[in-house]
C-alpha cells in the first residue's frame, strides 16, 4: 500500500559512501534525531549528492510503502526542496496521479447493507477526518455472499466479511503512516 508523505529534515549523507554516480539511497535526520533512509526517484539520483554539506536542510516529498503494524515504511523520495538560504530548489513534480487519497468504497448495495454496510461506511467517514483516506459509498463489487466488502484503491484489493465494527481496524494501516511522519516533521 503506497501514500503519499513529506519530510523536513537535515541531509546526512548517502546511505552507501561508495556510490560515485546514480546515487539511490540518501539519510535524512529529523529535528527530533530520527534518521531515515530514503531511496530516489531514478531523476533524482543524478543531482551532486555528494557536493551536498552535511546538514543541508531538506524538505522532501514521495511515495511511502507500509510495510505492515510495527514496521517502519520505506520511503521513496520523488520532489527534494533545498533551503532557500542554500542551494537552489531542485525538483521532480510528482504525477498528479500519486498523490491523490487512497479511496475506501463500501458496497452499500444487496446483502452488504442487510449486514450493516451503511453504518461501517459511516464509522469510516466520521474516523477519516482525522486521517487522508475518501470514504464513497459504492455499489455492487461481485462479493455478495461475502459481505461487506469494501475495496481499496491502493492495492485494488476487495476486503471481504467485514462488520461496522471494524472501522477503526480498517484505516490501521494509514493511522501507522501518519504517526510515522508525524515522528518525523
Ligand atoms: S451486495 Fe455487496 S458486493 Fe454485492
Not at 69 to 91: C, M, N
Not at 130 to 136: F, G, H, I, Q, S
Request: charged letters at 20%; aromatic letters at 4%.
Amino acid at each position: 500500500m503506497k501514500l503519499p508523505f513529506y519530510l523536513e529534515g537535515y541531509f546526512m549523507g548517502l546511505a552507501d559512501p561508495l556510490a560515485q554516480s546514480d546515487i539511490r539511497l540518501i539519510v535524512v535526520q529529523s529535528d527530533g534525531g530520527n534518521r531515515y533512509t530514503l531511496k530516489l526517484a531514478k531523476p533524482l539520483r543524478r543531482l551532486p549528492w555528494q557536493q551536498l554539506a552535511i546538514g543541508q536542510p531538506l524538505r522532501i516529498e514521495g511515495q511511502q510503502s507500509l510495510q505492515g503494524v510495527g514496521s517502519p515504511p520505506k520511503l521513496k523520495a520523488e520532489r527534494v526542496l533545498f533551503d532557500p538560504a542554500g542551494l537552489p530548489a531542485l525538483t521532480i513534480a510528482p504525477k498528479p496521479s500519486q498523490h491523490r487519497p487512497p479511496v475506501l468504497e463500501v458496497c452499500t448495495k444487496g446483502t452488504c447493507r442487510r449486514r450493516g454496510a451503511l453504518e461501517l461506511c459511516d464509522r469510516l467517514k466520521a474516523e477519516t477526518q482525522t486521517c487522508a483516506v475518501e470514504v464513497r459509498a459504492s455499489g455492487c463489487l461481485g462479493r455478495c455472499k461475502q459481505g461487506i466488502n469494501v475495496r481499496r484503491s491502493s492495492d485494488n484489493q476487495i476486503l471481504s466479511q467485514l462488520s461496522p465494527q471494524e472501522a477503526t481496524e480498517l484505516l490501521a494501516p494509514w493511522r501507522t503512516a501518519t504517526a510515522a511522519i508525524a515522528a518525523v516533521s
